[in-house]
């Protein structure tokens, strides 16, 4: 199938592509750009490995086809950290150990970090109900969700 | 001077406390480099022809028309690379691909490489294979007798039993006789997997000075390197192997898995760097998961509750290859006994062949299944006795510095101090046998190993772990080990190690990537073997090199070297603090001598285990030991239940990183939470049913308990600094906690796991129809 | 794992849609909305086609206001939404139960009434079907659950349909031929041999659902049997709506989903009630009488005589709960 041109924005910044339509948004962003911090872990939307966030809102990347993303805005973990140092939640996910094989983090870090932009001071609740579409093998969470308790804002 | 001198002594800097992953930084921004992530130029990629049958010979493989078609650079099959191989020596059941027969519905029979995906399935369909199906072994009780066409030629008088055991150590029949008390439990159990979140994945590349490079998503780089050395033909020394981050193994990561070795292959064949990636169906069809097993449990006890007896036996289905059976086999019976002082043993264990994909080892490997069903005797015993279930246990308790039946060396245990933490923590007083219907608390024990003593490929008197360390002008100390960090920490904990003996800040030091090339061996990840012996290995070679430091440091200041002590980046005068060089003053005045410094430093298990036949299996070092209680609430109408609260009191020693030594007790009850719940290898004849994470049903956080850890460990007189592992034995006490907490709520004891809803409800109807009343109830 | 080729068409309006519709053929093409149920079933190769249709960029099936929910409204929208918690719980509830928090980022509300059924021997990758001679529903010929040719026996695994059913809600649908709206449960084919499933004519598409004036702020609830409190797709969904009048039933529902091909609603158990005096032996009568009429099949994670079992619990549950909400307010 031909090749279609599409813009969008990614990590803030405008990209004109092209890409099959069959392209899923997983793929453009780790085998033609590189971006290979979102992961691949089950291809089909039932881990969380993938997460990015689409106009904001955390999204399976591996059941969203590229063009899909045409005029919107796509941010992915490399976007998440300010120019030096880590944001405030990635701190937290180190300093608390929520990550052991890390292969899970990024999902995880991207959906906290939603979760945090519209509910800054969430409950236990709220953060496991949030959470409750990425899969963690290592942890058993215990630690993600202290993490993203220190992280938000106040006591 | 002896090194042994100057160790650290408690109270330590860094290690005791919580050490962040040194590795996390990258991991939190994407930066962590997994094998997936990393491209070679011109680099094919792999895919692979899986058998439609369970069991199959194969009568005729034409892969012409595959090879020829566009995008194609190679096919293989399994006639190129027929060489025999397995992770232990004594089972090379496993071929690369299938050669003449297939063993399980998934079994390896071609692999392409391509320039892509799509060609490389366009290709496999293209592949013509010619099957004559075979009669499918899928019970192993139908195994245990001779059948037509066993799996494997090796299988025991013609049977499917792949390995047996029979051990015997006193006079059961003697101590049953005698007994006042004696229970009898089964149990079954499915079969689960690892389910890391990382698919298994490899890159090869041969190139033109005749040396293989595979980058492999591994637990155990050593035993890859050697199975692709003997499987290839390639000497070792050609043959590199380096290990990118991965994406959490839990065992399944551990054999050598035959897709490596067709990812070197294909690489080989076409010149050009080849990746393979499996699917998520494809990580499940590997499997090497915990074994299904029926296990039989029957324990006598004198009228003060003193074990008399066990008597073991254990049924377990093996899948289509030997994987790490052997050991699988042995670790069914002798990792029974602990945490108990147990006079007479007996045990009988068969592991059997069958048509569906390989079981293996998993987390806390051999010692889980077993456990559950000593656990539920136990509390069966204590029911009997009239005897308060943490009493009968502590009755019981290993003595330190003891020796078992079976010749295991117990050194330190905490085991009692277990029990007393969570006793108080719980409220086990107020609660056991005292909660309303339908909630219960229960308790589980733990016990296990802190590292095989018996590594695969060594005499026992070669070194299980090397570390090596090189400090050069700029002061940053470069570690090189082949253990493999797979998310559990121990590269962090090898760099705290280093820091610690030779007083330098953390960030000095750098942990180097697996490498065969510089990293000296490590046995790797498996075992809960990487604390003690990496640890002793990383220590012994801080102080190597700290002795250099503290050697110049002496010249510098004119005083003895054994007056001289560690200091924060400063070696100083004992009794004059305010004398001492920096650290780096220290470091280039060294330099001066003998250029960058280096040090090794190496552990070797001591000698230890009976004579008799099978006396390695289950010697460790040392041994770890576990005290969990659970309180669950069960909805007696439809048998859903949660799990609320754990308190998990765990002797690992001294913990050296608490950040991890909760990781993993937390990361550990919410796998063994799983095999409880819900996870199952469902099968229907050979036919896995829930190859995906839909259906293979991982607890989400809503089912996580709150855990309270309690470290309630002595220092172990042969760890590191006092730590023994903390990886696996933190797994086997859940699983027991939550039945015997299950228990005490409804008055049923579940034994056919997992234990869904439908079976609690069913256990539930069943004792109401026998007429028997719990705690209130008619 | 890769999608085969396929062309993508986005449509800016229905009637573009219509075009493309008539163009391509009714076994031409896929309607794509979310994607989440769609692309998992297209990476395995079941049932795809060479054109997909998006209905991405036409506006009037874009979100949801007061009773009117967009075809392309996002579940995880719904979820957010406290009007409509208030206004219609049962529908919230099960909007906000639907597999995870990013599935429901994507997912549509049109798709998850027109969810493909599920099976085990369907949800399989291509070699694994292969491997047992593919199954009615998709490339064979013969049914693996309930072995015969004639009848696909997959599951119904959506959650809204019977809450939407339970305060009578209604589906617009836009043809070629016109629009038309129906009760939702009406979309749904229960007489055929489970592989048509909807009464859907040739090109017509869900435009919007309705959500009807008399059953706002009604007490509704919706309960889901699954092992998991995420991730899974019902083994039993139970939607039930109760409105009581001086402890008189002024109105009551009941629907079920995840036990068999279709959604279905019990008005032959629960129309005889109106104007009855309400009893918590009611619940447990209606409940039991709801148990007898299901037919679960052995294709979910769950033994079907368990899914039956807790169908009667589910139900009477859900009732009571009802009930005493009602009892609350009134009081």
């Known amino acids: 199938m031909p090749h279609r041109p599409f813009s969008f924005r990614l990590n803030g910044r405008e990209r004109s592509l092209e890409a099959p339509a069959e392209r899923v948004l997983l793929d453009l962003l780790r085998e033609d750009l590189g971006l290979v911090g979102t992961k691949r872990g089950c291809d089909l939307g039932t881990c969380g490995c993938c997460t990015v966030l689409l106009d904001g809102r955390p999204t399976l990347s591996c059941l969203t086809l590229a063009h899909e993303v045409a005029g919107r805005h796509v941010q992915t973990i490399e976007a998440v950290a300010p120019t030096t140092g880590l944001s405030r939640v990635q701190s937290a996910f180190v300093e608390h150990g929520a990550t052991q094989c890390g292969f899970c983090t990024p999902g995880f870090v991207l959906t906290a970090t939603a979760l945090l932009r519209d509910h800054p001071h969430p409950t236990r609740e709220q953060v496991v109900a949030a959470i409750s579409g990425n899969l963690c093998r290592c942890t058993g969470y215990t630690k993600i969700i202290e993490a993203i308790l220190a992280a938000a804002e106040g006591p | 001077m002896t090194a042994a001198r100057r160790t650290v002594a408690p109270p330590t800097r860094l290690l005791g406390g919580r050490i962040p992953y040194i590795e996390a930084p990258l991991k939190v921004t994407g930066r962590a480099e997994y094998t997936d992530d990393l491209k070679r130029p011109g680099m094919l990629l792999a895919r692979l022809l899986r058998s439609p049958y369970a069991h199959a010979r194969i009568r005729s493989l034409d892969v012409a028309a595959a090879r020829s078609m566009p995008g194609v650079h190679a096919v293989l099959t399994g006639d190129r690379y027929p060489t025999p191989f397995g992770v232990l020596p004594i089972t090379h059941d496993e071929t690369a691909l299938a050669v003449g027969k297939v063993r399980y519905l998934g079994d390896i029979v071609a692999a392409v490489a391509a320039d892509d995906e799509l060609s490389a399935d366009r290709a496999l369909r293209a592949i013509r294979v010619d099957y004559e199906p075979l009669a499918e072994h899928v019970d192993p009780r139908v195994g245990l007798q001779r059948v037509d066409e066993p799996i494997h030629a090796r299988g025991l008088n013609g049977s499917n039993v792949q390995k047996e055991v029979a051990q015997h150590f006193g006079d059961v029949d003697a101590a049953l006789a005698r007994a006042r008390a004696q229970v009898h439990l089964r149990a079954t159990f499915a079969g689960v997997t690892h389910a890391f979140t990382e698919p298994q994945v490899t890159i090869a590349e041969a190139t033109p000075d005749g040396r293989l490079t595979v980058w492999s998503a591994t637990q155990v780089p050593h035993y890859l390197h050697r199975a692709l050395s003997e499987v290839l033909g390639w000497p070792l020394h050609r043959i590199r192997v380096i290990k990118p981050e991965v994406g959490g193994g839990f065992g399944g990561k551990s054999d050598p898995l035959p897709h490596e070795i067709v990812c070197a292959a294909l690489a080989i064949e076409t010149g050009r760097p080849v990746k393979l990636l499996f699917d998520r169906e494809e990580v499940f069809l590997t499997n090497h998961g915990r074994h299904p097993v029926q296990n039989e449990v029957t324990i006598a006890a004198d009228a003060e509750g003193r074990i008399s007896a066990f008597d073991i036996q254990a049924l377990i289905e093996g899948g289509a290859w030997s994987s790490f059976g052997t050991v699988t086999t042995y670790y069914n019976g002798v990792l029974s006994m602990g945490p108990y002082r147990v006079p007479n043993f007996r045990y009988h264990g068969r592991r059997v062949y069958t048509n569906r994909p390989p079981n293996g080892a998993m987390r806390a490997h051999g010692g889980t299944n077993l456990r559950y069903t000593v656990e539920l005797a136990m509390d069966l015993l204590a029911e009997q006795l009239g005897v308060d279930p943490i009493d009968l246990r502590r009755r019981n308790a290993l003595a330190p510095h003891s020796t078992t039946v079976n010749q295991f060396r117990i050194t330190s245990t905490s085991f009692k101090q277990c029990l007393d933490a969570v006793e108080s923590r719980s409220g086990w007083r107020e609660k056991f046998r005292r909660l309303p219907y339908g909630r219960g608390i229960g308790l589980g024990a733990g016990f296990y190993i802190s590292g095989s003593n018996s590594p695969i490929h060594f005499s026992p008197r070669m070194p299980q772990s090397t570390v090596h360390l090189k400090v050069d002008m700029d002061g940053g100390i470069a570690v090189h080990s082949m253990q493999a960090d797979i998310g559990q920490g121990s590269s962090t904990l090898l760099a705290a190690i280093v820091a610690e003996v030779l007083g330098v800040d953390l960030e000095r030091v750098h942990v180097v990537r697996v490498d065969s090339d510089v990293s000296p061996i490590d046995i790797g990840s498996y075992s809960s073997r990487v604390t003690f012996m990496m640890g002793n290995a990383a220590r012994q070679a801080a102080e190597h090199l700290v002795e250099q430091l503290l050697h110049a440091a002496g010249e510098l200041t004119g005083y003895p070297e054994d007056e001289l002590v560690v200091a924060h980046e400063r070696y100083q005068v004992g009794h004059r603090p305010e004398i001492g060089v920096s650290f780096l003053e220290a470091l280039h005045k060294a330099i001066e001598r003998s250029g960058a410094l280096v040090a090794t430093g190496a552990y070797t298990g001591p000698p230890m285990g009976g004579t008799f036949k099978g006396s390695r299996a289950g010697t460790s070092p040392a041994y770890s030991f576990a005290a969990y209680i659970a309180e669950v609430e069960v909805d007696v109408e439809t048998g859903l239940f949660d799990v609320e609260k754990v308190w998990a009191a765990f002797d690992c020693g001294r913990p050296l990183n608490r950040l991890a030594v909760e990781g993993q007790i937390e990361g550990s009850i919410h796998m063994a939470l799983g095999q409880f719940l819900g996870e199952t290898m469902s099968y229907r004849g050979p036919r896995l049913m829930n190859p995906s994470l839909l259906e293979y049903k991982i607890p989400t956080p809503q089912q996580m308990p709150e855990v309270e850890v309690l470290l309630v460990g002595e220092d172990d007189p042969e760890g590191p600094f006092g730590a023994k592992e903390a990886g696996e034995g933190p797994l086997v006490a859940t699983m027991p906690a939550v039945a015997n907490a299950l228990y005490d709520a409804v008055g049923v004891r579940f034994t056919d796991l997992p234990v869904t809803p439908d079976k609690v409800l069913k256990g539930i109807d069943a004792r109401r129809s026998a007429g028997a009343g719990w705690k209130g109830t008619r | ?331």
Not at chain 3, 41 to 62: C, F, G, S, T
Not at chain 3, 118 to 125: E, K, T, V
Not at chain 3, 157 to 162: E, N
Not at chain 3, 300 to 320: E, G, I, Q
């Open chain 3, 1 to 331: 794992m890769h999608l085969d080729p396929f062309e993508l068409h986005r449509p800016r309006s229905v009637d573009e849609l219509f075009r493309l519709s008539e163009r391509l053929g009714p076994e031409g093409f896929d309607l794509l909305s979310g994607g989440t149920d769609l692309l998992p079933n297209y990476k395995m190769h079941l049932n795809v086609r060479p054109h997909l249709v998006a209905l991405w960029d036409i506006a009037e099936l874009q979100g949801h206001q007061e009773g009117r929910l967009g075809a392309m409204a996002r579940l995880a929208d719904l979820e957010a939404d406290p009007d409509l918690r208030h206004a219609y719980p049962a529908v919230h509830e099960a909007a906000s139960l639907v597999a995870t928090p990013l599935v429901r980022a994507s997912a549509t509300v049109g798709g998850n009434l027109l969810v493909e059924t599920r099976c085990f021997f369907f949800n399989q990758s291509l070699p694994w079907r292969e491997s047992l001679g593919y199954c009615l529903k998709a490339d064979g010929d013969r049914c693996h659950v309930v072995p015969q040719r004639e009848r696909c026996y997959a599951t119904f695994s959506g959650d809204l349909a019977p809450a939407l059913a339970v305060v009578d809600a209604e589906v617009e649908l836009a043809g070629p031929r016109g629009r038309r709206r129906t009760p939702v449960l009406n979309l749904y084919d229960t007489g055929g041999d489970g592989i048509r499933r909807h009464h859907l004519a040739p090109g017509e598409v869900v435009v919007a659902v309705h959500l009807p004036e008399a059953t706002r702020g009604l007490a509704s609830t919706y309960a889901k049997l699954r092992v998991r409190p995420s991730f899974d797709f019902p083994e039993l969904g139970v939607a039930a709506l109760l409105a009581l009048h001086d402890g008189r039933i002024q109105r009551l529902r009941l629907a079920i989903g995840g036990l068999e091909t279709h959604p279905r609603r019990f008005d032959e158990l629960t129309d005889p009630l109106e104007g009855e005096l309400w009893s918590a032996e009611r619940a447990v009568t209606l409940a039991e009488e709801v148990r007898k009429a299901v037919r679960p099949v052995h294709n979910t994670f769950l033994p079907p005589d368990y899914r039956k079992r807790m169908t009667a619990v589910f139900v009477r549950r859900a009732l009571t709960t009802l009930a005493e909400r009602g009892a609350a307010a009134s009081a």
